[in-house]
């Protein structure tokens, strides 16, 4: 039998996958939790075979807190569960030890089939998540100064309001706004934060 621990804050998705892993013979889920800060504390005393954690909470992102789950168990087997897929969030997921990617609107035998196989220790990443994945395979990555300007350049923000929050010369944030339309491939703001927040590489917390 394989033991799931479900971390997520929406109560009918959390309803939804407890039908499902209810009507499976395989499969028993042991805990529940709709907060991250529940949901460690009973990852850490249920030590489940594989966890669904929710990717977002208002108290915190599960890419960020993924660490934690391995300090707990360095075995752990997690199974990121997203709104939707950016590739920026999928690739930090996965290079922080998660074993599977999947969307809300995933199909439940595909579900069941993510659970079986990260149970097995296996990667399982959905075909149209690979594909999302595939087309940004080899493109530089953002510098971590690139990265806070192109956060407020999603917030709004001018390059002198971004010069004066970063200490530095507008000339040098335009170097930097030029660099990230460059390493995303876009050519004016309005389309970086489009490609920003579809990609996932600036987190909106609506």
Not at 79 to 100: P, S
């Amino acid at each position: 039998m394989i033991r799931v621990l479900l971390i997520e804050n929406q109560t009918l998705t959390r309803l939804g996958i407890k039908t499902l892993l209810a009507a499976t013979d395989d499969i028993e889920l042991i805990g529940e939790a709709d907060n991250a800060a529940d949901g460690l504390k009973s990852f850490a005393e249920l030590k489940p075979d594989v966890a669904i954690l929710g990717l977002r909470f208002p108290d915190s992102c599960t890419i960020d807190d993924l660490d934690n789950y391995f300090v707990a168990t360095p075995s752990a087997k997690i199974i990121v569960l997203a709104e939707h897929a950016g590739d920026a969030e999928i690739t930090r997921a996965l290079r922080k030890g998660a074993l599977g990617y999947i969307c809300k609107d995933v199909e439940p035998d595909e579900l069941l089939k993510a659970i079986r196989t990260v149970n097995a220790g296996r990667k399982y990443i959905p075909a149209d998540i690979a594909k999302i994945l595939s087309e940004h395979v080899g493109g530089e990555e953002l510098t971590a100064t690139e990265s806070n300007v192109l956060r407020m350049i999603v917030g709004g923000m001018s390059n002198k309001e971004i010069a004066f929050a970063l200490d530095i010369s507008e000339n040098t944030v335009k170097t930097h706004v030029q660099n990230i339309f460059g390493k995303i491939g876009v050519s004016d703001r309005t389309s970086a934060t489009t490609t920003a927040i579809k990609r996932g590489l600036v987190r909106v917390d609506l």
